[in-house]
């Protein structure tokens, strides 16, 4: 059996791949385990994100529209010298995605459109800098949200968390999903089947798919000096989404109901992991 190559971190992180790859698990390609140097400057991209959604928290306001977010992230953004990565990302018209209560992700900002007392918004900002790349999302309630909107909000981010939690060196990318599906179906919801986490860092998305669903003991191997994001979209019904033709982004529930999330990138070291962005 050849090496895992080129080289990675250390010898014990050698002979655990080693070990895993006889076994017959997939791997994660070499192209996804961050250098040192690599990591360096994906901190800095992710600490720009982190106080980006710290500003957005602050400034967030009934009565303020998605484009005055918009306005906001791309006004920060451009001035810490970076860029935001959704602009113009496939085709993507603005700086950031903000989903409202029905939407599950990816909502275009517009004028047109309100924050309302009772709303739930998921702001989800990506940033570049230096040609590295940082990714998050949070909830935010707009004025008194209804008691069972909130639970979901709270579960959802306690989704992520646990999936932050189970994603471990070692561990296996259906550990961290089927943590997370049996949390949020525990609590009667359901998670979105069409979407996923990613690697991300030197691109925007990258493998692996980071699926929120799945089964223990299946799926790539978690090794030392992957980054990548853990995105739960929970659905307070029924998991299906569909994707608006009208503008061919925003993806919505399609019962109608409401769905949250909340997106961490994740360093995975020798030891455990680095929560990099949230
Ligand atoms: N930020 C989203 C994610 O978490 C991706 C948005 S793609 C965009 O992966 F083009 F809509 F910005
Ligand atoms: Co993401």
């Not at 009772?118 to 990506?126: A, R, Y």
């Amino acid at each position: 059996m050849g090496r895992y190559t080129p080289k990675m971190y250390s010898d014990e992180v050698e002979q655990q791949v080693q070990h895993f790859k006889r076994e017959g698990v997939k791997l994660p390609p070499r192209s996804v385990l961050r250098t040192p140097q690599q990591i360096e400057g994906i901190r800095a991209a992710c600490a720009i994100n982190t106080a980006l959604l710290d500003y957005v928290a602050q400034n967030i306001q009934e009565g303020m529209s998605t484009a005055d977010i918009d306005h906001l992230v791309y006004a920060f953004t451009t001035d810490h010298d970076a860029i935001p990565a959704p602009f113009l990302y496939d085709g993507f018209p603005k700086s950031v995605c903000t989903s409202i209560n029905d939407v599950v992700c990816h909502g275009i900002p517009s004028p047109n459109e309100k924050l309302k007392n009772g709303d739930i918004i998921n702001v989800d900002v990506s940033t570049i800098y230096k040609g590295y790349f940082a990714d998050a999302s949070r909830m935010f309630l707009i004025g008194n949200v209804s008691p069972e909107m909130r639970r979901l909000v709270e579960v959802t981010r306690e989704c992520r968390d646990i999936g932050v939690r189970t994603a471990q060196p070692w561990a296996r990318l259906g550990d961290v999903g089927a943590a997370i599906q049996e949390h949020a179906e525990k609590n009667g919801y359901s998670v979105v089947r069409d979407l996923c986490g990613h690697g991300c860092g030197i691109k925007f998305h990258e493998e692996p798919d980071v699926e929120h669903f799945g089964r223990r003991g299946t799926g790539m191997l978690i090794v030392p000096g992957m980054t990548f994001t853990i995105e739960p979209m929970i659905n307070m019904g029924r998991y299906e989404v569909f994707v608006d033709e009208a503008d061919g982004w925003t993806v919505c529930t399609d019962d109608g109901l409401p769905s949250a999330q909340w997106e961490s990138m994740i360093l995975i070291t020798e030891n455990g992991n680095e929560v990099l962005t949230e």
